[in-house]
Each structure stands twice: as structure tokens, then as C-alpha cells.
T-cell receptor, first 115, second 111 residues
Framework: GAGVSQSPSNKVTEKGKDVELRCDPISGHTALYWYRQRLGQGLEFLIYFQGNSAPDKSGLPSDRFSAERTGESVSTLTIQRTQQEDSAVYLC?????????????FGNGTRLTVT | QQPVQSPQAVILREGEDAVINCSSSKALYSVHWYRQKHGEAPVFLMILLKGGEQKGHDKISASFNEKKQQSSLYLTASQLSYSGTYFCGTEGSGSARQLTFGSGTQLTVLP
């Protein structure tokens, strides 16, 4: 079956521009996560959506970052007024529900380069 | 709070064993292990729950000591395909449903 799909796979943008990253989770997965991975670093939690509940935004690094998800479908991560330190791979993951016994299924990520 | 992984990197010869440790400063509900190859998405290996359980998959196994808030990943008779970066992810009290990852352990298996 189809896995988690992210687009674009690569994005180069100029400092100060806004970017929008898209994630299509696996059908039926109620939970969706966004992570940021800087070069050679670990996975940094950004935001978590679970069904129609209020999202957990505790990982968003600044108010330039926002994310939306409609129901249990597509999610978009928006970065406004991009800075060079925003350069990273942005990974989306989905899962069926609670983490206790549900693995995360990751997409291949969007590599963002801010010049 | 981010769990601490050790070692940061390890180099092995094919057939050798390795242990990767993951420890947390807070109580844990579960520990996840993932492997990421260069330029690819992380891939799920296993989940361990409270209760001090152990799990195994082929020649990769793991343990979870909830009292010590530690988990260890054991790679036995390593194969070239085991090369990659291993991440532990922890779900703890106070961070409901948020999986916090360690900084990773880079494993290189040489022929």
C-alpha cells in the first residue's frame, strides 16, 4: 500500500520567502507528526495532530512556523520569512493512534535549503 | 527532554556484536527504536512497553528497564545491512503521545 508521501522532495528558497510543505499520511492513520532533522542531527519534534483534537504545537521553534491538518487527511507545514537556520530535512510521520504499540511511518522528507 | 544515546558512533566488522544504549531522565511509557540509512527516512525496528520486556527481530533485540528509564538495542552477528544511524524515541509522562528522539548512534559495519 501507499506510504507517507511528502512534497516537494527538495525546496530551495531565498531568505525571507515563505514556504509550504505538504504531507499525505497513510489512509486511516489518525495521528500525524512533523519533525525537523538538521544535517547530522537527530529528529526534533515540531507538532502533533490526533484526529480532531487540538494539535500539540509545543515543538514549533517560533511563530514563523505553523501547521494545519484537515480531519485525518493532508497536513501542511508553513514557514514564513524563512531564515538560513531553517535549512533542514522536514519529516512527516503518521500512525494509527496511541504510540504505546503503534510505530511511526515516516515519509522521505522535504529537504529545505534557504539561501 | 531528549533521551541520551551512547555511543555516538561505533564501527564493527561483519559478524561482531554491538550494544546501543538509550537513557532518559523521566519516567517512560514506551521506547521505540528506528534505523535511518543515509538519505532515507527512518524505519521502525521495534517498540518496548513498560514491564521490563525484551523483544527480538532476527538478530536485533532490545530490552527496556523502566525502573532505570533505560533501553538497550543489541545487534548480534552484525551484517553489512545493519549500517545506519539508530535512534531511540521515548514516550514519557507529561508528553502524552509525543515521541522524543535521541541524537542517534551511527553504526558502520565493515566487511
Amino acid at each position: 500500500g501507499a506510504g507517507v508521501s511528502q512534497s516537494p522532495s527538495n525546496k530551495v528558497t531565498e531568505k525571507g520567502k515563505d514556504v509550504e510543505l505538504r504531507c499525505d499520511p497513510i489512509s486511516g492513520h489518525t495521528a500525524l507528526y512533523w519533525y525537523r532533522q538538521r544535517l547530522g542531527q537527530g529528529l526534533e519534534f515540531l507538532i502533533y495532530f490526533q484526529g480532531n483534537s487540538a494539535p500539540d504545537k509545543s515543538g514549533l521553534p517560533s511563530d514563523r512556523f505553523s501547521a494545519e491538518r484537515t480531519g485525518e487527511s493532508v497536513s501542511t507545514l508553513t514557514i514564513q520569512r524563512t531564515q538560513q537556520e531553517d535549512s533542514a530535512v522536514y519529516l512527516c510521520a503518521s500512525t494509527t493512534g496511541g504510540l504505546l504499540n503503534s510505530p511511526l511511518h515516516f515519509g522521505n522528507g522535504t529537504r529545505l535549503t534557504v539561501t | 527532554q531528549q533521551p541520551v544515546q551512547s555511543p555516538q558512533a561505533v564501527i564493527l566488522r561483519e559478524g561482531e556484536d554491538a550494544v546501543i544504549n538509550c537513557s532518559s531522565s523521566k519516567a517512560l511509557y514506551s521506547v521505540h527504536w528506528y534505523r535511518q540509512k543515509h538519505g532515507e527516512a527512518p524505519v521502525f525496528l521495534m517498540i518496548l512497553l513498560k514491564g521490563g520486556e525484551q523483544k527480538g527481530h532476527d538478530k536485533i533485540s532490545a530490552s527496556f528497564n523502566e525502573k532505570k528509564q533505560q533501553s538497550s538495542l543489541y545487534l548480534t552477528a552484525s551484517q553489512l545491512s545493519y549500517s545506519g544511524t539508530y535512534f531511540c524515541g521515548t514516550e514519557g509522562s507529561g508528553s502524552a503521545r509525543q515521541l522524543t528522539f535521541g541524537s542517534g548512534t551511527q553504526l558502520t559495519v565493515l566487511p
